[in-house]
């Protein structure tokens, strides 16, 4: 058994999946980076980026080979999360800065609805794992910790 916690996540798309490797590869290059800058002396461990670059390439590897389903590791989530709502930004600042309706807009918000899909799922997952189950509306501001209330 894996020494990491990890989630399974579903890979819908060709979109979906090129955006996980991109959020792989962001992941792999900031500790590559940490690791040459002088921000790695005080930053996170050398063990630490070593084994985030490791997880990330373990998540491209199986992005590569084509899965259906990948199990994102929780270490390099945030980043991947990251690079995932960063695309989706670009798809929607596609479709706000195309004043003369040029882009075919249902494709443009299909890839983003995809995309968003899953990064909620992404989140979803790792809220369940690190979260005690029925603790959630403890820890969860808004609207999930209110009661029902009808509309008025």
Sequence with gaps: MSDHMSVNLAVSSPVVCEALREGASAVQLEEIDRENSAEGVVGFSRERRKRRIALATA???????GRAFVDVPVEVADGVAR????????????????PYDMAP????????????????????AIEGLVMPAGEVEAY????????????S
Excluded: H, N
Excluded at 59 to 65: A, G, K, R, W, Y
Excluded at 105 to 119: F, K, N, S
Excluded at 140 to 151: E, F, H, I, Y
């Design 105 to 124: 807009r249902g494709a443009i918000l299909e890839r983003a609805a995809g995309l968003m899909q899953m990064l909620v799922a992404l989140e979803a």
């Design 59 to 65: 998540l491209d590897e199986q992005l590569e080979e």
């Design 83 to 98: 690079i995932v709502a960063e695309v989706i930004r670009e798809e929607l600042d596609a479709l706000m800065c195309d």
């Design 140 to 151: 969860t501001p808004g609207l999930l910790s209110q009661q029902a209330r009808p509309c």
